[in-house]
């Protein structure tokens, strides 16, 4: 039986250091069966010792105020103002390198439940889901309008001035480097942001029917009008050249 059939949501447990909840009770609630409810809860949820394992192996653990054990806590003990209240910061500093998963005797994957977090707080819209993925904007442009993001030759000091003062210090030999990379298509930005028309049509329709394009459009809706624009314009290209063919059988 799911955990979504024998919820042990009940009126009264809560934060009882939150004083009055940041949000209604039903949008807590609403946040929570929407996480509750995803296939994947109730196999990375099966109880937990409180042990602590996850947090001692866990990377960010190590540099964070952030605590998987603290998150499977706040997500078996159903306490939906804690579960809120990570929401707005902590679950953004998992690294997602699945440590916990392979150590928790109890067979958990706190990544994974940090991961369906995640996607919760996008689907809501919430500012912090906003806060962390503004920046990537420029990537979620690439990637949804091709496919591809980054090719070898992008991996420059020159190419990423908004990745820092340390992205100067890169010195490798990048030229060798990038030859190793066994894919010979993805060797420049040419290649691999010239995506075939009915492979980009075919990406938008799984972006489409995913979901990916209406999260997008909660959390960066400008992101979403450029990107719709170009999936238009694609998908005129791509009917324009359907066309073109059958004319060329007919004749
Ligand atoms: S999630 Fe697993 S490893 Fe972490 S505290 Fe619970 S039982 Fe222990
Ligand atoms: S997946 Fe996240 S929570 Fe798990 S060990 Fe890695 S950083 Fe920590």
């Given at each position: 039986m799911s955990h979504a059939d024998t919820t042990r949501v009940q009126q009264h447990i809560g934060d009882p250091l939150s004083e009055s909840p940041p949000v209604g009770r039903a949008k807590l609630e609403e946040i929570f069966r929407d996480i509750q409810s995803d296939l994947r809860f109730d196999h990375q949820l099966n109880g937990c010792l409180n042990c602590g394992i996850c947090t001692a192996t866990c990377p960010s653990a190590h540099y964070y105020d952030y605590s998987p054990r603290e998150i499977v806590q706040l997500l078996w003990t159903e306490n939906l103002e804690g579960i809120y209240d990570a929401m707005?910061?902590?679950?953004?500093?998992?690294?997602?390198?699945y440590t916990c998963a392979a150590r928790c005797p109890f067979g958990n994957s706190p990544g994974g439940l940090v991961m369906l977090m995640r996607e919760v707080a996008i689907k809501h819209g919430l500012e912090s889901a906003k806060n962390v993925l503004r920046p990537f904007s420029r990537v979620m442009l690439k990637l949804i309008s091709t496919g591809n993001q980054l090719s070898p030759d992008m991996i420059s000091r020159d190419a990423f001035p908004d990745w820092g003062p340390n992205i100067s210090k890169v010195d490798a030999p990048l030229a060798t480097l990038r030859k190793a990379i066994?894919?010979?298509?993805?060797?420049t930005t040419k290649t691999a942001w010239e995506v075939n028309l009915k492979t980009s049509v075919e990406l938008y329709t799984i972006w489409e029917e995913t979901g990916v394009l209406e999260s997008l459009k909660t959390v960066d809706p400008n992101l979403f009008d450029v990107i719709g624009d170009i999936m238009d314009e694609k998908r005129d290209d791509y009917s324009d050249w359907q066309e073109e063919q059958q004319e060329a059988e007919e004749d």
């Open positions: 707005q910061e902590k679950i953004w500093a998992c690294a997602q390198c066994p894919v010979p298509t993805l060797h």
